[in-house]
């Protein structure tokens, strides 16, 4: 961002704001100190804003509108914490906490506290609200898909697709409560058009995609976060400079990422980067 | 061509030939596309909106779409085969596993399950099809309630048609009576394969003008007081000839001559609004468009008309396609748009094949083309079938589902008459709406709003069914009250007092006897807290379980929810398990109604479109009227 931009000014829960034209209204609540739950944002992918937990009021619109997506406008009257807003808020966390495995949404859980989202409201003792319920896919030794924990927030689709990777190997499919992220008629990842650069683990906020070193720690019970140590090196394999993160627990490289804010990789690698301290060898198939 | 990965699985002849037929030969297919193509508007644009007739074509040929039909379809086009199928299973009218038919199955019967057909006795129906062997599909409204209960018949490797449109021109429809009898036509259908007349591949261009004179095909045929309706049943809708005779494009050669900018304002100063439900004003929306400049701009009918109860589109378009046609010229030629489209929902054959025809004749006769009309502007239409997908009527959703994407609404701003096909400037309007146009450029806006009131000028039509005795498509002036139009609509049927009339649809609200004083129009109806919506009156008398109606309303949006955003795919749910609820223990407890408020309060306010905004409409009109059962047990929860 260059300093030359016109400014916007806006007011966020009654305090003055003023931020560059172009700004989202997530973006502006942070700049002034107020944080807002996120899903299916990510700053190295276009807004698809479905999730609509970062929902904001705006005044002089009728429905509520994503902060995640809606630029600021000079003048625009912002509310954050309105019972309409918190009631929303509320309910999309509720939704999906009474539908999908949240265990692993670790940022949604502090969320759902400051909210009061109750998902087990909808269950009455004879008639148990619906749930999303599939097994894990374990299709190669790199990485698995657990779309139990899945809440469609399209980020994988995006970074397969014209946000990253250009391959396209995975989309939404089917519709409304029934839809899923998949391959090609659910093909097996070895037969698709996959290429294992695995930026979609990169960007699932729920750890539905993991990778498999972690799916089997967390497992057998010996996944431990607190104890993981992340050093940043450059990647050797080719020229291009991709910032690697490591992540290693008792010296062992658990996973690797890559900062999302870095101007070569944006968060993306490829298959050597991501999974060379493994082995560089097509994917086995189960 | 080296990037897009395709699976093993190949096609078989009859799929190929399918392909072929509906795409064409590929050799327009870009096949050395860049992996840079497929980024941004070119993914759009090259052949992907292909993909929907490509897929029509398989599922025809086969009754599926095999994982080899669908490689060669995303070969030919050039689509990765992931979003090819994320696609197809999109829609109703596709299948992506191998069903179970013999070698001579023709075709799948769909029945619909929804409110005008649920009462009307459409699971003995279903159940005698079935106790027959028949290949049975519960769909969702098919646009025929009046004929409740209703059926399709999706064609395998045979044109898909709809039995009642086989035999229409030689039994009396509309009035004949109470709709809860089996058809005739229905009993016969499913008894072996040579029975199943297609009726659109006998119907297009041969239905013999006295047969067309005879049919009734609405209850106020040929009276003096109509307007949209006037050619219906009276002026034979497959030849243009017979539509000149009876003042056909005088509309547009008036247009013409006024000019465009004349046009526009003739229609903003008419009032008139849009028929599809929202009601914004149309000649805000053509200026809007009129006034882009540099970029291909389009215009659009939507008549993927899925609202349930509502079948006003087909009758128009399968009686009077000339007219939609007509009109989509006139606006392409105030718009200054040059590319027509029409998007029909996939179960109207008739309609699609009238206006096919009417598409046909218009351009042989030089009213489409380079120069349409004589007006020095190029305009041609494009007709395309939906494959059921409620969602797909939502105008941006549209938009995707025609461009060969999910049809995924998006937010809003920015607006289709910016940002609209192939994110291109666009105006998309209603049927209904496009033919008002006809009359107002011919009369003038002041003779327009003769009829009707200030706020609500002209005519609406109504699609009356439910226990009614003459279900049927009506036509009224606006200001006419709901007790006037149900008086038309002949004594309710059966033994029952009238308990409820579903205004505007699952997506609009019920009201009560008490409503039979409110006048139609949008400020009255709104004013009340209701609305005309897509023009749905749906009569329920007290003998009818109203906890069954509210359990399949919220069944149908849960079905139709596309699935994008957590407050509508989740809280039709949600919604749906607290209206079974209800069902199965009798009444709707305190604490679970506040539940229902709860959902119903996060589907307005933070859906992305129209259908999560008003999916809790009809049940929370129903809870407040007192339709469903309150109080009783508690929970244990
Ligand atoms: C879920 C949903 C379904 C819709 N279905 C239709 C439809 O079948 N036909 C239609 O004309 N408009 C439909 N609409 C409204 C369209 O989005 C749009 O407003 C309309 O086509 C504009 O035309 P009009 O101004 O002539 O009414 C639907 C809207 C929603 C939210
Ligand atoms: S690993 Fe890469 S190519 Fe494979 S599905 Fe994930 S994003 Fe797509
Ligand atoms: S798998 Fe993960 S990234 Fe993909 S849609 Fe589901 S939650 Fe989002
Ligand atoms: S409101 Fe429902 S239909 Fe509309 S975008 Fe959201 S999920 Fe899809
Ligand atoms: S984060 Fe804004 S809609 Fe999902
Ligand atoms: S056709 Fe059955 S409700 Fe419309």
């Known amino acids: 961002m260059t300093t030359t931009e016109v400014s916007v000014n806006l007011t966020i829960d009654g305090q003055a704001v003023s931020v560059p034209e172009g700004t989202s209204i997530h973006m502006a609540c942070e700049s002034a100190g107020t944080p807002t739950p996120t899903l299916c944002w990510a700053e190295n992918l276009t807004p698809v804003n479905a999730c609509r937990v970062c929902v904001v009021e705006v005044e002089g619109s009728r429905a509520l509108v994503p902060s995640c997506a809606r630029a600021v406008e000079d003048q625009m009257v912002v509310q954050t914490d309105s019972p309409r807003v918190r009631h929303s808020r509320k309910m999309v966390l509720e939704f999906l906490g ?92 070895p037969d698709s058009a996959c290429v294992y650069c695995g930026n979609c683990i990169g960007v699932c906020p729920t750890g539905a995609i993991q990778f498999k070193t972690e799916f089997d720690m967390r497992s057998a019970g010996e996944w431990r976060p607190d104890e993981q140590e992340v050093t940043t090196t450059v990647c050797s394999f080719c020229g291009v400079g991709c910032n690697l993160e490591l992540h290693t627990q008792d010296d062992q490289i658990v996973k690797v990422t890559s900062p999302a804010d870095h101007s070569v990789t944006h968060g993306h690698l490829c298959i050597k980067g991501r999974f060379g301290w493994q082995y560089v060898q097509p994917p086995t198939r189960r | 061509m080296a990037d897009l990965f395709i699976g093993d699985d190949t096609a078989d002849e009859i799929e190929i030939a399918a392909v072929a037929a509906a795409v064409g030969t590929p050799t327009a297919v870009v096949r050395e596309s860049e992996r840079l193509v497929y980024g941004g508007i070119h993914r759009r644009r090259d052949h992907r909106h292909l993909l929907l007739p490509a897929l029509h074509g398989l599922q025809n040929a086969k009754g599926w779409i095999s994982p080899g039909g669908l490689n060669h379809v995303c070969e030919v086009l050039q689509v990765p085969p992931a979003e090819a199928y994320g696609v197809a299973t999109f829609y109703e009218m596709f299948r992506l596993d191998e069903p179970e038919l013999g070698p001579e199955t023709t075709h799948v019967t769909h029945v619909c399950v929804d409110a005008a057909c649920q009462i009307a006795g459409n699971e003995e129906l279903i159940a005698e099809f079935e106790a027959r062997g028949a290949h049975v599909h519960r769909s969702p409204c098919l646009g025929q309630c009046e004929r409740a209960p209703a059926q399709f018949h999706q064609g395998i490797g045979r044109p898909d048609s709809v039995p009642a449109d086989a035999v229409e021109a030689d039994t009396v429809p509309a009035d004949a009576g109470p709709a809860d009898t089996v058809p005739a036509d229905a009993v ?68 013409i001559e006024m000019g465009p900018v004349a046009v526009c304002t003739a229609v903003a100063d008419s009032g008139l609004s849009g028929r599809g439900g929202a009601a914004f004003p149309t000649g805000i929306k053509w200026r809007a468009v009129a006034a882009e400049q540099g970029r291909p701009k389009h215009v659009v009918a939507n008549c993927d ?48 094949a009238r206006l096919r025809n009417a598409v046909g004749q218009a351009r042989e006769a030089g009213l489409l083309g380079d120069d349409a009309a004589g007006s020095g502007h190029s305009f041609d239409i494009e007709i395309r079938r939906g494959a059921g997908a409620y969602i797909c009527g939502e105008e941006t959703a549209l938009f995707a589902s025609l461009e060969g994407f999910r049809g995924e609404p998006r937010s809003k701003p920015p607006f289709p008459t910016t940002h609209g096909l192939f994110s291109e400037p666009t105006a998309i309007n209603n049927p209904e709406t496009l033919i008002n146009t006809l009359d107002i450029v011919l009369n003038g806006a002041e003779d327009y709003r003769s009829r009707g009131t200030e706020r609500s000028p002209g005519t609406k039509l109504l699609c009356l069914s439910g226990r009614v005795s003459k279900p049927g498509l009506y036509e009224v002036e606006f200001g006419t009250t709901l007790g006037e139009v149900l008086e038309l609509a002949g004594p309710l049927t059966g033994s029952g007092t009238l308990a409820a009339v579903l205004m505007g649809g699952a997506a609009g609200s019920f009201v009560g006897p008490d409503a039979l004083d409110m006048p139609l129009t949008l400020e009255d109806t709104r004013e009340r807290g209701t609305t005309l919506g897509s023009g749905v009156v749906m009569a329920f008398t007290d003998e009818i379980d109203m906890v069954a109606v509210a359990v399949r309303i919220a069944e149908f949006f849960r079905n139709e929810s596309c699935g994008q955003c957590v407050p509508c795919r989740v809280g039709t749910v949600r919604q749906h398990e607290t209206m079974v609820q209800i069902q199965a223990k009798g009444s709707l407890s305190a604490q679970r109604r506040s539940l229902v408020d709860d959902i119903a309060e996060v589907m307005v306010d933070a859906s992305i479109c129209g259908l999560g905004h008003t999916a809790a409409s009809a049940i929370n009109s129903a809870i407040a009227l007192g339709l469903l059962p309150e109080g009783g047990h508690d929970d244990d929860h």
């Open chain 1, 98 to 189: 009474s539908s999908v495995d949240l265990s692993q949404a670790t940022d949604l859980a502090e969320w759902m506290r400051h909210y009061g989202a109750d998902p087990d409201r909808y269950d009455q003792p004879d008639l148990p609200a619906e749930r999303i319920s599939e097994e894990p896919k374990i299709q190669d030794d790199l990485y698995i898909r657990d779309y139990d924990k899945c809440v469609l927030c399209y980020k994988c689709v995006e970074a397969c697709g014209d946000d990253a990777q250009y391959t396209f190997a995975i989309a939404v499919s089917g519709r409304g409560f029934d839809a899923r992220i998949s391959t090609e008629f659910d093909t097996v990842l």
């Open chain 2, 188 to 255: 016969e259908a499913d008894a072996g394969p040579a029975d199943t007349v297609p009726a659109d591949a006998v119907e297009a261009d041969s239905v013999p003008a006295d047969a067309v004179e005879v049919a009734v095909k609405i209850p106020q045929q040929g009276g003096p007081s109509l307007r949209l309706l006037r050619n219906v049943g009276v002026v034979d809708p497959t030849s243009l000839r017979a539509y000149r005779a009876n003042g056909g494009y005088r509309a547009l050669a008036r247009a």
């Open chain 2, 305 to 352: 008309e899925s609202e349930p109860g509502t079948f006003k589109d087909r009758v128009v378009m399968e009686q009077d396609p000339f007219a939609v046609i007509e009109s989509l010229t006139l606006a392409g030629f105030a718009t200054g748009a040059e590319n027509g489209w029409i998007y029909i929902r996939g179960e109207y054959p008739l309609a699609t």
